[in-house]
């Protein structure tokens, strides 16, 4: 391709060099000037290989169908918006996979960091609990042996020794020596008692010692678990705004692409009009299934209404959604598949499930809705590991609660949005750490872990 054949491409494109610009490009040159340019080498022809590229082609973002168009009745200028294209596409797909592998990763460190901190509030409570239960020992055991002592003195004493030291019969002799005897029966009956008191004194101090080791360890995992789902809030909504990018752009891009790779008489405004023509397809869909998921919400509702669970205990199914008026309701319809606590642990082809729950499992179908079971504050909403996808909702004064195992394409909150008691959050589902469609719950005060029945018992709501 000769200067001139350049210099009409960028015409083509409306992007010329100026008159200065040419000169400086494409001189008449000598042969004595071609070997001075020659002399340059490559850095020299990379100097001036800049103002070749068209400023459409160098302008940073997405091309126009103008871009397209003109690029399309010129060779040159064709082949660069083909590979200028494809490499925004590459772009756009690397950038979806780089920042969901970083979502992946964050998720999986907030679960771990989550789990930690759990185990260690546990181990702190079960520190204290015993610490608890030997300071009630010792104090019993001190009580025990002040009891002993005052028997002792009641029946023996300093005046058992004058007695014995003016006794002058044997029969007073022998009153005397049984009496010495009971005393010495009761003296280490006390000793016995004094030192039982004296371990469980000093057991309640090495246990209270722990648990206040146990409570520090547990507070900073608690920050880091509480950084970990920071981080893992922001990479997947780093990855969801690049999916979004992608979903809203690569249409498009492919679209220019085939019309400039074209060589038949399809114009294009044909494909641009297809590319319009697919988006308001999916703007459909898109508003179809958010009112078939509205439908279905408000008639589990309404289900719900008129088929409202026993206030108090059982573990019979019940409508989720429901409560007594306390502003409390029960986050998931089915019944209870799995209690808080200690449990046996099932294990999966690539897992295990943890032998401590930390919440309550509602059997609830798959896509079943899973309600806010109060009003507040969405602190976290996307994977969080081997909890799938999940949902945590701030309701103050300390009390938070959990909804894991979400459905993928089942959150319908985002973080930050407020949300009433018994609104629709989520769907039920089978991601994560999971043997089957159900809602893993869990309620947390301070941020530790606590079992669901009582807590939300008390507040009037039986599962």
Partial sequence: ???????????????????????????????????????????????????????AF????????????????????????????????AQLQADVANKQAIAQTKSDEYFAAQQAFFDASQRATDLQTQA?????????????????????????????????????????????????????????????????????????QVL????????????KLQQA???????????????????DAQTANLGTLEAQLAALKDTTAKTIQDYQAGVEEQ????????????AAAAAAAAAAAEAAKNNPPPSTGG?????GGT???????????????????????????????????????FGAGCWGNIYAASSGTVSFAGPNGGYGNFVRVEHGGGIATGYAHIVGGGIRVSRGQWVNAGQVIASVGNTGNSFGCHLHFEVYVNGSPTNPRPFMAARGVGF
């Fill in 208 to 219: 209270s010692d722990q648990a206040k080791s146990a409570r520090e360890e547990r507070d």
């Fill in 279 to 290: 988006k308001r397809r999916d703007e459909e869909a898109r508003r179809a299934a958010a």
């Fill in 323 to 361: 409560g007594s008026g306390s502003g409390w309701v029960r986050p998931a319809g089915g019944n209870i598949t799995s209690e808080y606590g200690p449990r046996y642990s099932q294990c999966g082809p690539s897992y295990c499930a943890s032998s401590t729950h930390y919440g309550t499992d």
């Fill in 58 to 89: 160098a302008i940073e973002g997405y091309p126009s169908w103008d871009d397209v168009q003109r690029a399309k009745n010129n060779e040159a200028a064709k082949n660069a918006e083909i590979s200028r294209i494809e490499g925004l596409i």
């Fill in 225 to 243: 678990a509480d950084i970990a789902m920071q981080e893992a809030q922001a990479a997947a909504d780093a990855a969801q705004a690049a999916l």
């Fill in 132 to 204: 608890d239960s030997e300071s009630a020992n010792a104090t019993s055991a001190a009580n025990k042996a002040g009891r002993v002592a005052a028997q002792l003195y009641r029946t023996g004493g300093e005046d058992a020794s004058l007695q014995l030291f003016f006794a002058g019969s044997a029969a007073g002799a022998d009153d005397l020596l049984e009496r010495l005897g009971t005393m010495d029966k009761l003296l280490d009956r006390n000793q016995a008692v004094y030192a039982d008191a004296v371990a469980a004194r000093n057991l309640a």
């Fill in 1 to 55: 391709m000769t200067a001139e054949d350049l210099y009409q491409a960028s015409e083509d494109c409306d992007c010329a060099p100026t008159p200065r610009e040419r000169r400086f490009l494409w001189p008449d040159l000598s042969r004595r000037a071609a070997i001075g340019v020659g002399a340059l080498g490559v850095v020299g022809l990379a100097a001036i290989a800049g103002p070749l590229v068209p400023r």
């Fill in 315 to 319: 573990g019979g199914g019940g409508g």
